[in-house]
Structure formats: structure tokens, C-alpha cells
């Protein structure tokens, strides 16, 4: 009985249905639809802007269809947008109020109201374009190179990223910008790609930023009367504190010739060979050992005011070049005397004055560069060197110890230097 009940039942169950709809079909208007399948951050805007200002010269229409041009628009082109509209190509556009139509296309123009207003010096990174827009992927050709400084008057934030207006010149992504000087970073590798070679020490700084570049910077050698630096340094500073003034006088005596620091006195310089009992004031003596390298004065001073290169004065050395300074073996790298000419920089008194105007301003790190210079030689046997502050717009140290080279070859490393930091 119950099977003969399914077997009649059957037929309803698999019987089709008709189902009689009683909804009225939706009609979308066209603005909706393109708000509905157009993100925010596509590139025509969906709604009037404020202040329109374009990128450049732009083609403007006399109906919404954009098809017969009326003119040109360009940056200086003062306007306003009366109304956003789809044309009949669902393309949207802006009314303007001399009544004539563009493109609400972002890569033409940009609302001034949300643009952040800037006045500010940056530098290029390596791999940067400039663009017409921010929306604009099209490069455009320009003079700019990596590590130039440029200036930026605006900020916009266009895909998701930050761009920044170059002057009168284009659109960058501020990935490839740089708050800080980077030129040190163009330093490294003019260094790394000439100059890479075990014959060279070579230490820059940047002194604005304390950025460093150089390659065997590390690498000591004998350092020759680079080695009176420390000396220097240390005579301003016992009279900056007051020990000595610089027309205190000291005796030239025979002992000033043999101490541990001491250089023979037939070396360069104009005061007598053999002790004369005579005093010769600081300030002189300063002059001489900067100006002429010469080897009595810095005896004299290294004698009585670093009490024959005592461990005071080892251990000062020490704390300002970061490695001990060994003062008979006059064994040095071209970054521990840069370091020592920094705090000469940095002392900023008669020692400094001294070395910025010498008998060798015509050869070596000064010779082919324009800027003032502060810097003291060191000549012996195959080994020639040059440590110096170069005054340009942004002071640098760079510091040249060179081992079988010549003048010649340290003046053409100080000047492409030069020519990246001026």
C-alpha cells in the first residue's frame, strides 16, 4: 500500500513550477553606474574640485563630447569648474566658466586646494623619473642627476604614493627623494670606481650631515709631517684652556732635537739646524710648523708643551682619532687625520688661521680647487700626503695619504671630490 502511495505521488514532485515575478525592473542612471565600478583613486576625479590648475598645455572643447578643440590651457591659466559631468561616452568632464570642457582627468589637473605647498631643498636618489603628473607614467627628459639638490614647492598624494613638484620641472615620487645631503653617497663611488687601490688611504667627511666617505681609510702609513697635526691640535688646546697664550716664548735647546715625536731638524723649515738658545714665541712657532712644515718649531712645542709626547697627550690622540697614534713609528691612516684636522676645524682658533694660508697652497689638495682650503702636507721618501678642510658651500675633510703616487694624482682626487660637495 505505501509503495503504490509514492508511485502516485511521484509526478508532483518532479512536475516543473512556474513562478510569475512581481518586481519592476531597476534602471541605473549612467553616473551611477560609473560611481558604482570606479574607484577613488582612478584617474578622473567624481566631483567638481576647488581650484583646478593645470599641469601644463592642455587642449580644451567647446561641447562635452571633446571632440572639436577650442583652445589651449596652460599653468598660468586661471579658471574654475562650474560642473562634473558624464558625456555621452560615459567619459567624465568638467564644465569651466568661460563655458568651455576638459577631460576630469587628473593627469591634466590638480585641485591647488589639496596640494601641500612646500619650500624646501631635497636630493635625487639614484633610479628617480620625472613625470608631467603624478598619475602620468610617461618620463620626461631633464638635465636632473642622481645626488643634485632641487627644489620642491608642492606635495600631492596620487595612488597611493607621495610625489613631490620639482620647480618648474616635473613630478617625483618622494621614494627617490632625499631629506638629507646624499652626495656623499656620489663620493663613495667616484672613490670606489678611479681610485681603488691599496697605494691610497683616502677619508672624507661631510661635516653639515657627518657623513663619511673613503677607501682604505683604515690603512696606515707612514704618516711624515701629516704626524704634526696631534701637535697642533694639542698646543691650541692647552691655550684655549688657558695654560699658555700664544706670546709665551720657549728656548730652542738641543734636547727639543731628541725626544720620542721629534723630526730631524735638516728637514723643511727656516729656524736654525742646531739649538741657539734663543725664545721663540708659540704664535711663531705655530706659524712655522703650519705654514713652512717646519720640523725646529714642532719640536720646540712637542718638547715643553706635550712634555715630550707624554701619555696625556697619547691618550688625547687616542680619543679623537679613535686608534692609538704610535709617535715614533709615525704610523697613521688618512681617516685618524682627518679626524685630528676635524677638531682643529672645530677648535676654530690661531691653529686653524695658520693652516689655511701655507707655503704649499699651490700643490697638493689645494692647488686645482677654488674654495679656501685649511690643510698640512706630509712628504717622506715614497710615501706623499695631504690632509685638509676644503671651505666650499657645505665644509668637507678629505684627507690623501699616498704611497709611490705623486702631487699631481692628489690634486685630481681632491678636485672630482670637490666637484660633488662645492
Known amino acids: 500500500m505505501r509503495k503504490f502511495l509514492v508511485i502516485l505521488l511521484l509526478p508532483i514532485f518532479f512536475k516543473s513550477v512556474q513562478v510569475v515575478s512581481t518586481e519592476n525592473p531597476v534602471i541605473i542612471p549612467n553616473q551611477e553606474v560609473y560611481f558604482l565600478t570606479h574607484a577613488p583613486y582612478h584617474f578622473y576625479y567624481q566631483d567638481t574640485i576647488e581650484s583646478p590648475k593645470f599641469y601644463g598645455e592642455t587642449s580644451i572643447y567647446a561641447s ?4 572639436k578643440e577650442s583652445g589651449k590651457v596652460n599653468a598660468e591659466t586661471t579658471l574654475s569648474v562650474i560642473e562634473w559631468r558624464l558625456n555621452g561616452q560615459g567619459q567624465p568632464v568638467f564644465k569651466l566658466s568661460n563655458n568651455q570642457f576638459v577631460a576630469a582627468d587628473k593627469r591634466l589637473l590638480y585641485d591647488a586646494s589639496k596640494i601641500n605647498s612646500l619650500s624646501q631643498k631635497v636630493w635625487l636618489e639614484p633610479g628617480f623619473f620625472i613625470y608631467n603628473s603624478p598619475y602620468d607614467q610617461i618620463e620626461k627628459t631633464t638635465t636632473l ?3 643634485q639638490d632641487v627644489e620642491v614647492d608642492m606635495s600631492v598624494f596620487a595612488e597611493g604614493r607621495e610625489f613631490l613638484h620639482i620647480n618648474q620641472i616635473g613630478w617625483v615620487a618622494s621614494d627617490y627623494i632625499s631629506q638629507d645631503d646624499n652626495r656623499i653617497q656620489k663620493v663613495q663611488e667616484l672613490l670606489t670606481e678611479n681610485y681603488q687601490n691599496e697605494q691610497f ?3 672624507v667627511k661631510q661635516l653639515s650631515t657627518g657623513k663619511e666617505a673613503g677607501i682604505n681609510e683604515n690603512q696606515k702609513m707612514y704618516a711624515a709631517s701629516v704626524m704634526k697635526l696631534p701637535y697642533l691640535y694639542y698646543v691650541q688646546e692647552k691655550i684655549n684652556q688657558g695654560d699658555y697664550q700664544l706670546d709665551t716664548k720657549l728656548k730652542y735647546v738641543s734636547e727639543v732635537n731628541d725626544f720620542p715625536g721629534s723630526y730631524k731638524p735638516e728637514g723643511s723649515g727656516s729656524l736654525p739646524k742646531t739649538a741657539d738658545n734663543k725664545e721663540y714665541t708659540i704664535k711663531d712657532l705655530i706659524s712655522k710648523t703650519a705654514k713652512e712644515s717646519d720640523n725646529v718649531a714642532h719640536n720646540i712645542l712637542g718638547y715643553y708643551i706635550t712634555n715630550k709626547s707624554d701619555e696625556t697627550f697619547k691618550k688625547e690622540m687616542a680619543r679623537i682619532s679613535g686608534e692609538e697614534w704610535n709617535v715614533t713609528d709615525k704610523l697613521a691612516s688618512a681617516k685618524m ?3 685630528v684636522m676635524e677638531a682643529i676645524y672645530n677648535q676654530n682658533a690661531f691653529v686653524l688661521e695658520s693652516l689655511s694660508q701655507t707655503s704649499f697652497d699651490n700643490q697638493r689638495i689645494a692647488k686645482d680647487i677654488s674654495a679656501k682650503v685649511a690643510h698640512k702636507i706630509g712628504d717622506a721618501d715614497e710615501y706623499k700626503h695631504d690632509t685638509a678642510i676644503v671651505y666650499s658651500e657645505s ?22 671630490v670637490y666637484e660633488v660637495l662645492k
Open 64 to 67: 562635452d563630447d571633446l571632440i
Open 145 to 147: 642627476a642622481p645626488y
Open 201 to 203: 688611504s683616502i677619508y
Open 337 to 339: 687625520a682627518g679626524q
Open 395 to 416: 665644509p668637507f675633510i678629505i684627507s690623501i695619504f699616498t704611497k709611490n703616487s705623486d702631487y699631481d694624482t692628489i690634486s685630481k682626487i681632491a678636485k672630482d
